[in-house]
């Protein structure tokens, strides 16, 4: 398989249309992608794709981090670890295209529009501070000691990012936040999103799929 077939199946299927993009020929990621599209539909070992990636650069073996970042980062609908393929948990260092037919469902969230959001008026209201921590703009951050610089934080992740849905954040809750939670307009989690589930040890989901086979199917 070659990055001209990838290519081919990636222009007739619906990614381009959903703003997903295919990496540089000739790059480290695009030689991860040529390779997960050749196993389509099937499990992959980290250490294989290592393995035959780098062969194919002509560089050393090293860590393929591109394993990680072709799926949430970039769109692909590449699974990892603790989502459930053909019936199974994948464990870490396991990775599985399963398409070309639709894009990560933690990047469609991130894809936010930020026109016309009257943030200045909106932090006003929270006395220009971080409406989880408290931190003031402009002032030292407690934690990180660095000057507070307020961001939109996404309560909803799952939603647009609308007026009604940012609330003042500081870097340090924002960036601890992501995607994984949805929040009140108090700053306080509500709860937590798929993603957050999603970002648990292996042993962790696997008692989360335990527990939820026991309430659904007991």
């Given at each position: ?27 480290q990621?695009?030689?991860?992608l040529v ?8 499990v992959?070992?980290k ?40 019936g ?8 599985a ?17 930020e026109?016309?959001?009257?943030f200045?008026k ?10 989880t921590?408290?931190?003031r ?6 934690y ?8 939109k ?6 939603q ?34 798929a ?10 989901l ?8 026991e309430?659904?199917?007991?």
């Amino acid at each position: 398989m070659s990055y001209k077939a990838l290519t081919a199946a990636y222009n007739k299927s619906p990614l381009p249309g959903l703003g997903v993009r295919l990496p540089k020929q000739g790059t480290q990621k695009a030689e991860t992608l040529v390779y997960l599209f050749e196993h389509m539909g099937r499990v992959v070992t980290k250490a294989e794709a290592e393995k035959v990636v780098f062969a194919r650069l002509g560089t050393p073996p090293k860590d393929l981090q591109p394993l990680r970042h072709l799926g949430k980062q970039d769109g692909f609908d590449v699974l990892q670890l603790g989502c459930m393929f053909e019936g199974r948990l994948l464990k870490k260092g396991e990775y599985a295209l399963r398409s070309f037919q639709a894009s990560n469902e933690f990047w469609s969230v991130k894809r936010r529009d930020e026109t016309d959001l009257d943030f200045v008026k909106l932090k006003k209201k929270y006395k220009d501070c971080c409406a989880t921590c408290g931190a003031r703009e402009g002032k030292p951050h407690r934690y990180t000691a660095q000057i507070v610089l307020l961001e939109k934080g996404h309560m909803d992740p799952s939603q647009p990012m609308t007026p009604t849905n940012i609330i003042p954040q500081c870097p340090y809750c924002n960036k601890v936040a992501g995607d994984k939670w949805v929040w009140d307009k108090m700053g306080f989690p509500k709860y937590m999103t798929a993603a957050g589930l999603m970002s648990h040890p292996e042993e962790v989901l696997r008692q989360f799929h335990q527990k939820l086979e026991e309430r659904f199917n007991g």
